[in-house]
């Protein structure tokens, strides 16, 4: 008889163990089978989400933040500016060739860049100078010996509504060509420069006769919003 009972004991024991092991090893499937109920009522036809989740248009471009859709524009020297009248003791403005039209946003006409919105800018000018084939023999140029020696300058100035649109230097280099028979030199100008909406900016040189405007990788001005 007591052996009888203990059987049944331990008959209840493996009964409750198995009864937990199973439910045990379960809860793990019932945990994945309740995720991909969740996720299939997450996963709603666009036409049954509320008004405030659709997402409505074009996904924004790539390129919408690039740097490359900032204000800039990039210009080369204009040949047919290639024979500026002489005034002495006169800066004389450069004209340029704007080979991409206004689709930079900074516009140019005459000679002057308008920027579209306030900002500080980089604006940047190169200007190499170069007597016809480099050779200056005993030549008059605006009143000077080229050959004599002379002496070269180079400005970037701003026009503004601010101040009675009136020009401002901003930045400012000079050169001295020695005497000789062969001369060629280039000056470079460059810097930040606050500017607001309708600003212009241009350049100004001392002998505008002087400048080779012939090869786009030798004179050249431009600027970009940073």
Request: net charge positive; hydrophobic share 35%; glycine share 8%.
């Amino acid at each position: 008889m007591h052996a009888s009972e203990a059987d049944v004991r331990t008959l209840r024991y493996l009964t409750a163990f198995s009864l937990v092991f199973s439910l045990t090893l379960s809860l793990p499937v019932l945990y994945l089978l309740r995720e991909s109920f969740r996720a299939r009522e997450q996963e709603m036809p666009v036409g049954k989400m509320p008004e405030a989740q659709r997402v409505k248009g074009d996904p924004p471009s790539l390129y919408s933040c690039s740097p490359s859709n900032k204000p800039r524009v990039h210009l080369s020297g204009d040949p047919v500016d290639s024979n500026p009248k002489c005034i002495p003791d006169r800066l004389q403005t450069l004209h340029w060739r704007n080979d991409r039209g206004n689709g930079d946003q900074i516009t140019y006409q005459n000679g002057s860049v308008t920027v579209p919105q306030d900002g500080d800018y980089f604006v940047y000018a190169q200007v190499t100078y170069l007597f016809h084939d480099g050779i200056a023999r005993e030549t008059m140029y605006c009143g000077m010996n080229i050959s004599a020696g002379i002496q070269v300058e180079q400005v970037i100035l701003k026009k503004s509504a601010a101040y009675g649109s009136q020009e401002r230097e901003q930045l400012r280099i000079s050169s001295s060509i020695g005497k000789k028979e062969k001369w060629k030199t280039t000056l470079y100008l460059g810097g930040v420069i606050q500017l607001r909406e309708n600003d212009q900016v241009m350049v100004k040189v001392s002998d505008p006769g002087l400048v080779d405007i012939h090869k786009p990788g030798r004179t050249f001005f431009g600027a970009f919003l940073i």
